[in-house]
């Protein structure tokens, strides 16, 4: 069984960059396909970026062009770089581990969930 644990989350005004990461442990990270997921207030938690296991990463529409998805299987780490933020790019970033091959786009899809680390985009 995988743990997740985020880290890089916090306040940046719009226009700004963060990076998270996801450190991976109790598990091997490759066998692994790895997602992004965020939660607003009031609203459902929704796909942000992941990875596959055919090596093309998939990302949100409103991400695509500013956020990026990374990882290092020496290091057993996930990156999600985040550009051109904007106010609503605000919520809690949750890290995510799958063994499915299918529907990757889902929560359901992954058995395995970080704590979350809140990003605010803000002036």
């Known amino acids: 069984q995988v743990q997740l644990v985020e880290s890089g989350g916090g306040l940046v005004q719009p226009g700004g960059s963060l990076r998270l990461t996801c450190a991976a442990s109790g598990g091997t990270f490759s066998n692994y396909v790895m997602g992004w997921f965020r939660q607003a207030p009031g609203k459902e938690r929704e796909f942000v970026a992941g990875d596959s296991w055919s090596g093309i990463n998939n990302y949100a529409d409103s991400v695509k062009g500013r956020f990026t998805i990374s990882r290092d299987n020496v290091k057993n780490t996930v990156y999600l770089q985040m550009n051109s933020l904007k106010s609503e790019d605000t919520a809690i970033y949750y890290c995510?581990?799958?063994?499915?091959?299918?529907?990757?786009?889902?929560?359901?899809?992954?058995?395995?969930w970080g704590q979350g680390t809140q990003v605010t985009v803000s002036a």
């Open positions: 995510s581990a799958s063994r499915s091959s299918l529907y990757l786009t889902r929560s359901t899809a992954y058995a395995y």
